[in-house]
Nanobody
Framework: QVQLVESGGGLVQAGGSLRLSCIAS????????MGWYRQAPGKQRELVAL???????NYADSVKGRFAISRDNAKTTVYLQMNSLKPEDTAVYYC????????WGQGTQVTVSS
């Protein structure tokens, strides 16, 4: 069983920055693929960014150049640095763990005001 605890969401003005963190329990973190997804009201959950166990990354086109995903295996934590935020980035952001099984965090709200 893996538990994911997200933090770092909040309200920010357009152009601002936030950093999300997700701490994972369990001993298999370093071999997992970690990701951040988001879901805006009335929309489907979508992939924002993911990072493999060896540090390869992938981003949604809408966030390329603005967001950066990273991981610290020693702290079993994955981060999402979000810069140049836009109102359309407003959503609940979810941490995702993909190992032998898939787990989701509870979500953290990010609201970007114009």
């Amino acid at each position: 069983q893996v538990q994911l605890v997200e933090s770092g969401g909040g309200l920010v003005q357009a152009g601002g920055s936030l950093r999300l963190s997700c701490i994972a329990s369990g001993s298999t973190f370093r071999i997992s693929v970690m990701g951040w997804y988001r879901q805006a009201p009335g929309k489907q959950r979508e992939l924002v960014a993911l990072i493999t166990s060896v540090g390869s990354t992938n981003y949604a086109d809408s966030v390329k150049g603005r967001f950066a995903i990273s991981r610290d295996n020693a702290k079993t934590t994955v981060y999402l640095q979000m810069n140049s935020l836009k109102p359309e980035d407003t959503a609940v952001y979810y941490c995702n763990y993909r190992g032998l099984q898939t787990y989701w965090g509870q979500g953290t709200q990010v609201t970007v005001s114009s």
